[in-house]
């Protein structure tokens, strides 16, 4: 009778690939080589193991060498000291200490020495004080072509016979004597620099008319000069 034959497991290769995932690993971490078999069929299947071939089937063997883990660089060995620094086996300072750029590891006053002179710039110029805009005036021209200054507009409107106006009125009939046409004063505002030499200009105006001034318009006449001079220092620069 004849034995019965051996029955070995045969693992499609779909299914042994990911356990040989798993395994290879492992024995590659014990440093233990393998041997995988593929086995091809009359029939054109493929099949992975780790055991021959059966009978009848393409065998191909093949070996896979186990491998270890990279190993750690080795550490460089120290520099032994050596005697006299200007030898060919002296030690070279380090960069940092070697560097003409690094600073100085005492002070002139960790030394002993005088500390540091410190020298300073000339002092800026302190910048001026801004003004505040002065309050206008207005300068009015009459008729006659003399000026005032005003602190408001004031055209002063009136009705001037038109023979001041000079209008010839000899043949006209009597009553034309009595006719007169509205005229006003053209008036120009002044602010900024020209309200403050305006101002300057009603101070001159005030003092002078103070010392002309009699005693019933005396205090008047100093009440506006004391106007003109606090304007022109408090908004005018002095």
Known sequence: MAPAPTLRRRWPARLLAPLLACVLPAAAAERAPGVVY??????????LQDAPCPAGHRS????????????APA?????????GGTGAGAAEPPASAASPTAPPSTTAADAGGSPPRIEFGPAEPAAPRPLS???????CT????????????DPQPRCVPLSVLGVDLSRAPPAAATLCRWVEDPCVELSGEAACAAWKERLDVAESALRQAFSDTAAERR?????????LESDCGG
């Open 38 to 47: 593929r086995c091809t069929s009359p029939q054109g299947a493929v099949a």
């Open 60 to 71: 191909e063997r093949r070996e896979i060498a186990a491998f270890a883990p990279p190993a």
């Open 75 to 83: 550490e460089a060995p120290a520099a032994a000291p050596t005697q």
């Open 133 to 139: 805009m002065p309050p206008p005036l207005w300068r």
């Open 142 to 153: 009459d008729l006659n072509g003399k000026d005032r200054l005003v602190d408001a507009y």
């Open 223 to 231: 009440r506006e000069r004391d106007r003109a001079r606090a304007v």
